[in-house]
């Protein structure tokens, strides 16, 4: 399973950190990433992180967002800077492990003045 938390309501330039901790099964050789959708949006990727670090962001969200990982913690962080209206959007976490993609719940962000 993948928990998410870290969302809330920010100004825009705000920042916020999400986190995802994985349980009952060992990710730390996996992919992981995270997934937005905004309303009347498709779901979007944001960035994903290999078990060794590499990383991918989308254009949208580079040089603003970090994805980071801590394999001994089973958890995915996504450090978010300089938030935009536009950034406004459930939060997925995500994880690819034997051809399967595990989610985890979502967690709203809302980027308003």
């Known amino acids: 399973q993948l928990q998410a938390s870290g969302g809330g309501s920010v100004q825009p330039e705000g920042s916020l950190r999400l986190s995802c901790a994985a349980s009952?099964?060992?990710?730390?050789?996996?992919?992981m990433g995270w997934y937005r959708q905004a309303p009347g949006q498709q779901r979007e990727l944001v960035a994903h992180?290999?078990?060794?670090?590499?990383?991918n962001y989308a254009g949208a969200v580079k040089g603003r967002f970090t994805i980071s990982r801590d394999n001994a913690k089973n958890t995915v962080y996504l450090q978010m800077n300089s938030l935009k209206p536009e950034d406004t959007a459930v939060y997925y976490c995500?994880?690819?492990?034997?051809?399967?993609?595990?989610w985890g719940q979502g967690t709203l962000v809302t980027v308003s003045s």
């Open positions: 995500y994880a690819v492990k034997w051809g399967n993609t595990f």
């Open positions: 009952g099964s060992d990710f730390s050789t996996n992919v």
């Open positions: 992180i290999s078990s060794a670090g590499s990383t």
